[in-house]
């Protein structure tokens, strides 16, 4: 039995006496009154599944009709068939002893996008959705833990108390970073960026991802863009948005490791070349990029990039290089394709101040490249948001001219590292091995031994059985050991998901109290790994 307590005045929703009692309440008050109340509750009706009930209070609504309140039925008879659900709703039911029947007329509307309108839940939202709910110690979401540097901080909070930093600023960026920017190209690619003509400002790497897709793709013309997988997810939509297809050509382990049984390392993943020149055909305009790699860890070779520049080279194509942990790497240097010969004049390089200072909130990226490229680049990037905010980027501009002289980046390298060896000193205290990465801030681990131990009747809501064997390990692992993870099949294509069923991506970018919390959990998988796998 449902109560609901207005003026002193109960209304009882059940089975058999739900009507009267509501209608003698809403003839009790100013048919004003009884409008306000009925919205309100219908949508708390709706919420408990009583539609019949809300149904009614609907029907009161429209009988404000016949009384002097027209604004006021209109105003809520426009916010309540805003809803699909109710627009094709047919609404009767009798007031007193006068029969009246009223239909919502049924509101037709153009239909979305099929690349949106299909789209459920993002994998971010839904893993951290599943780990609150359990209050799961979260290793899932690359976003840090732990507050900036005191020094990055502060140089936002000036940049915010500046008069002059209040305004749009340029397209192309603030004068400050783009050549802070310049300065740290040219040391890094071996050559003098102009600021003025090779450097763009976004607002973050993403949308610079999607101003150089937007500027070299055509609708229409079914060009296409060479994705090496595992891809972060957000290529694959960028791609489509600007009128691309999307190929994909994966990495793959290389023969002689057993991933499941030992840890591997992230150099151990390779691109194999025929499969890539295989890929390519004459609608080919692209080619991405990611190193260090997201989510393995992978940072390329000179020879690897080197062949990949070769590839590029006698196809004609563009190469998108996602640089964004290029400040991350551990025992093995970074090197920019743009660095190689030839290279420069077909390479956009793109990096995040998200990444290189732990504000993934700030929204501040570039693209860095030849100005026959960064030029188109900017036009989209001006039609898609037309600038990036001010006020933080300066405060990046300061924060990247203090990081010379503090010793930052060097830190935060160290600081990385220990991270990582700790979390992966967790896993192998567990009994899981792990794809040890030489860059980035993501740990693969392989948890075929808890898949295989997952019982064959366990419950799983429909929105992860949906989603395939993958999420069904990581859902598993969050509800059963709570610590969360990601499943790194979303990384992938229909066609090569296989290959990352067994695995979940974990972020050690989080405090040490997070890490020894996730520790801690984990105990408990070490008698559950010591149980028998299912048939």
Not at 199 to 228: C, K, P, R, Y
Not at 336 to 342: D, E, G, K, Q, Y
Not at 359 to 373: D, F, M, N, S, Y
Request: with cysteine; proline share 5%.
């Amino acid at each position: 039995m449902t109560r609901i307590k207005k003026r002193n005045t109960c209304l009882v929703a059940d089975p058999n006496g739900w009507k009267s009692a509501f209608l003698k309440f809403v003839h009790q008050v100013k048919p004003y009154r009884a409008c306000q109340f009925c919205f309100k509750f219908y949508r708390y009706l709706m919420l408990i599944s009583q539609k019949q009930l809300a149904h009614a209070a609907i029907q009161r609504i429209a009988c404000a009709q016949t009384n002097s309140h027209i604004p006021l039925y209109c105003n809520i008879r426009t916010r309540l068939t805003s809803s699909r659900q109710l627009a094709r709703m047919a609404l009767s039911t009798k007031v007193g002893n006068t029969s009246q029947t009223e239909t919502a007329p049924e509101v037709r509307l153009p239909q979305a996008s099929p690349m949106y309108s299909a789209t459920g839940l993002d994998v971010w939202t839904m893993m951290n959705q599943v780990a609150a709910a359990v209050g799961a110690v979260n290793l899932g979401q690359g976003f840090m833990s732990y507050p900036p540097k005191d020094f990055i901080r502060q140089a936002a909070q000036d940049a915010l108390v500046e008069n002059t930093h209040n305004q749009y600023a340029p397209p192309r960026g603030r004068p400050g970073l783009l050549e802070q920017v310049a300065v740290r190209f040219s040391e890094r690619l071996g050559r003098d960026i102009d600021s003025g003509s090779e450097v763009s400002v976004h607002a973050g790497a993403n949308e610079a991802l999607l101003s150089v897709f937007t500027a070299f793709l055509e609708h229409g013309q079914d060009h296409e863009v060479i994705l090496m997988e595992p891809a972060f997810d957000q290529y694959t939509p960028n791609v489509a948005m600007a009128g691309g297809v999307p190929v994909y050509v994966p990495l793959r382990v290389r023969d002689g490791c057993d991933a499941a049984t030992h840890d591997i390392s992230s150099d151990d993943w390779r691109l194999d070349m025929a499969e890539l020149e295989a890929a390519i055909t004459p609608k080919t305009r692209i080619i991405v990029l990611n190193t260090p790699h997201n989510p393995i860890g992978k940072v390329f070779t000179c020879d690897e990039l080197a062949l990949i520049g070769a590839v590029a080279e006698r196809h004609n194509l563009l190469i998108v290089a996602d640089e964004v942990y290029e400040h991350l790497t551990f025992g093995r240097d970074h090197v920019s394709i743009a660095t190689l010969p030839r290279m420069w004049e077909r390479t956009v390089t793109v990096g995040s101040a998200g990444k290189l200072f732990g504000v993934t909130g700030w929204r501040v990226g570039w693209a860095v490249g030849p100005a026959a490229l960064i030029r188109p680049t900017l036009a989209a990037h001006t039609r898609i948001v037309f600038t990036s905010n001010t006020p933080l980027q300066e405060g990046v501009a300061t924060a990247l001219r203090q990081a010379v002289h503090n010793g930052f980046f060097t830190i935060q390298r160290e600081e990385y590292l220990r991270r990582r060896d700790r979390l992966m000193a967790i896993f192998a205290d567990i009994g899981l091995p792990c794809v040890v990465p030489d860059g980035a801030y993501y740990l693969l681990v392989n948890a075929s031994a808890v898949r295989a131990r997952i019982p064959t009747d366990y419950a799983f809501p429909d929105f992860i059985t949906e989603r395939g064997a993958n999420f069904k390990l990581v859902y598993f692992f969050i509800k059963e050991f709570g610590v969360s993870g990601i499943p790194p099949t979303e990384f992938y294509s229909d066609a090569h998901k296989d290959l990352a069923n067994d695995y979940i991506r974990f972020a050690f970018c989080k405090t040490e109290e997070g890490l020894e919390a996730a520790a801690e959990r984990l105990q408990t998988l070490k008698q559950f790994l010591r149980g028998p796998a299912q048939a």
